[in-house]
């Protein structure tokens, strides 16, 4: 479709493609970690997949450069703009926007990217904790369990 610079080979949803009309030279990016102020899981996710310049963008634009067409809402014309984020059971789905009206084969079907199965990790550089004690006391019993600061207070 137009700002998309492919061409969408006609046929059903299990078999149409759409290949670049100038291919794209050069490597995929390699992205940084990227740092989110904590909270909650919820609130951490959300932070994450409504990141336009840090994760919006650049799947947006992966999902594009291997050939996957409408990537965009129907309110831009350029690649990862005018997304969707919606809550899809444990994990997010970014979509462009359908609301009103687009031109072109297929346009109401725009790319979904499935964003699951969230990973955290603790920078150890920044991680501080007290004085850890060694007693010379016998272990009885081990017991896992989660333990939840909802204070503001770590």
Known sequence: GPGYNGEIKPGS???TSCYPINPVTGE???LSALDIPDGDEVDVQWRLVHDSANLIKPTSYLAH???YA???GNHSQY???DMDVTRDGDGWVIRGNNDGGC???RCGEKTAIKVSKFAYNLDPDSFKHGDVTQSDRQLVKTVVGWAINDSDTP
């Open 13 to 15: 949803a299990s078999n």
């Open 28 to 30: 995929i990016p390699t």
């Open 65 to 67: 450069y291997l050939g």
């Open 70 to 72: 409408w990537v965009g």
């Open 79 to 81: 690649v990862g703009e």
């Open 103 to 105: 031109e072109g084969y």
